[in-house]
């Protein structure tokens, strides 16, 4: 059988990889300021692969959202709360061998149940070649965020959740 | 195009690497990265499967924004609290929280 990788097919194993690669470094580095570093690493991967998957808003929003805003607020904590840490104490607690062992397994099941589920007779066309994104698909997002019959309540749901979020963080923040 | 397969393993790989290390890291800074990298892989599902199952409809893309929404008042939050327990006992182990 021989393996004839398309372009696309090149990208994403690149992004993947820096992705996974990136993340392992996250949950692995001892110092938190260098986990940061590599998370955001990580992040910039997953917006590869959004466009990949042809859906350039998302990676835009992701790239603002996620490397733009929450990496800078981990950064920031990493550096006030930054503990000189003893020499000789490790980031990683006593048991993470049992955590070790409970995510194996977990991704065994996640990756038997995708093959299961994908490899049906029934189901193929997840295979196939899907169909074209269409061409004004961010115009029909924004309408859709705003229609009351699509996503209104939701995104009014959501800025309810941000607001008190926020007024959350400000509080517990303010009682010192 | 890459098949669905791939992008539902890389998210699953991803996903397990951030509830490891939200299960063994000691800093909770470090655990709210794991937590990060978990909805990451999250989106990355939902995209994909939008983008193979129904690249017509909004609704893959809508739920991914929630998500965005969700991770980013998450982290606003936890950072509130991680920095709170910082100034209290100077301390941001999990293990001297108790």
Redesign the interface.
Known sequence: MTFHLTL??IL?LAA?AV??GA??M??TRRD?LQ??FY?IL??VG?TG??M????P??AA??LF??TG??AT??V???V??R?PMRPGS????H??W???L???A??AV??WT??TV?GRPMSHD??A??????EH?VA??GT??VDPD??AL?LAV?TA??LA??S???A??R?? | ??????????A??????????V?????A??M???I??ML?AV??NL??F????E??A?TG??F???V??????????C??????L???RN?????DTD
């Open positions: 696309h097919q994403f993947g992705t996974l993340a392992v996250v949950v938190v986990a940061a998370l990580s992040l997953v692969l959004y990949l998957l042809e859906a808003f998302l929003v992701h959202v996620w805003v929450v607020l981990i920031l904590a990493a006030l709360t503990n490790r980031g990683a607690s048991r993470w049992a955590a070790a409970i995510a194996v977990l991704c996640l990756i995708t093959r994908v997840w295979q070649s899907p169909a074209p994104v269409p698909s029909a997002l859709a965020l699509g996503f939701p959501t959740l941000l979020g926020l959350g963080a400000a517990v923040l009682k010192h | 195009m890459v098949p669905l397969e791939w992008y539902l393993i890389l699953a790989a991803l996903f397990c690497v951030g509830a490891y290390g299960m063994s890291r000691r800093n800074v470090a709210l990265m794991g990060d990298l990451c989106g990355v995209v994909a939008w983008r193979y199952r690249p017509t909004v893309q809508a991914a924004l929630s965005y929404a969700v991770a980013a008042i998450e982290t606003a939050v950072l509130a609290l991680t920095i709170s910082w100034r209290t301390t941001v182990l999990m293990e």
